[in-house]
């Protein structure tokens, strides 16, 4: 590994743990706003779920190439089986583990969704148009995270709290996840894709050809296009 690509990682990594603990504060003025006393041993669990959110969505980060493809890792479909057989399990055992492992396993889909939307419109669109559609994905992924869980919860208790506090728990979990996906798109490194012409230009053939020859391309940190795509052999990384 070069020492500049060695270098990138390790300030991607501090940078990264640097941003888990904005969650980790917001969740923790929640807790001292509803009257919950601080506790080091589970601020430390809390920071260290935040963490491990974000490098499993790292890890099945969809990747853009060009203007019609995108690139999902065979580590993000697995994220996303994991996740339908949990809930599964979770809807009929409602074993309270389950619950919470649905729920990271929800919020890691939206932050790779989110991710992979926010990155595919920096590579086609003008900057006003980037900035609208960006406000859009930002919203419709903050509202699944607050509205999901809340929805799940409402019908299983046959809708027995109150409308104002499932609202305020709703906007609680909708600025989370903001607060996490913020976190997600400062410490992930941004893809290498060529920008497509004006003209209607399509990707160039070694990335759309990818998948379908069966030879898989890492995305990395290099000066060119060329250097930043690494042959791996299996998948489209």
């Known amino acids: ?32 706003a509803a009257g919950a006393a601080f506790s080091p041993a589970g601020a430390s669990l809390r920071w260290g779920m935040v963490v491990s959110l974000l490098l499993v969505a790292r890890a099945g980060a ?25 809930a599964l ?32 419109t920096a590579a086609n669109y003008r900057r006003r148009v980037r900035l609208l559609l960006r406000a859009v994905v930002l919203g419709a992924a ?5 509205s999901i869980p809340i929805a799940v919860g409402q019908i299983e208790s ?10 305020l728990l709703a906007l609680a979990l909708a600025l989370f996840f903001v607060l996490l996906l913020a976190a997600h798109l400062r410490a992930s490194p941004p893809p290498a894709f060529e920008r497509p012409p004006r003209s209607g230009g399509t990707a160039p053939p070694h990335l759309v050809d990818c998948g379908r020859a069966g030879t898989g391309w890492r995305l990395g ?3 060119g296009l060329s250097d930043q795509l690494l042959p791996t052999g299996s998948a489209c990384l």
Not at 107 to 118: H, R
Not at 158 to 167: G, M, N, R, S, T
């Open 221 to 223: 940190h290099g000066a």
């Open 1 to 32: 590994m070069k020492p500049e690509a060695l270098g990138t990682r390790i300030k991607t990594a501090g940078l990264g743990a640097i941003l888990s603990l904005v969650p980790v504060a917001f969740l923790e003025l929640l807790r001292g």
């Open 158 to 167: 046959h809708f027995a709290d109150e409308e104002f506090f499932v609202l």
């Open 142 to 146: 903050a509202a699944a995270a607050g």
């Open 89 to 120: 399990g979770y809807a009929w055992s409602h074993a309270t583990i389950l619950a919470w492992l649905t729920l990271g396993g929800l919020y890691v889909l939206l932050l790779i969704l989110a991710k992979g939307a926010w990155d595919r």
């Open 62 to 86: 969809v990747w853009p190439a060009g203007p019609a493809h995108w690139f999902w890792p065979w580590r993000g479909v697995a994220i996303a089986g994991a996740t339908a057989a949990v």
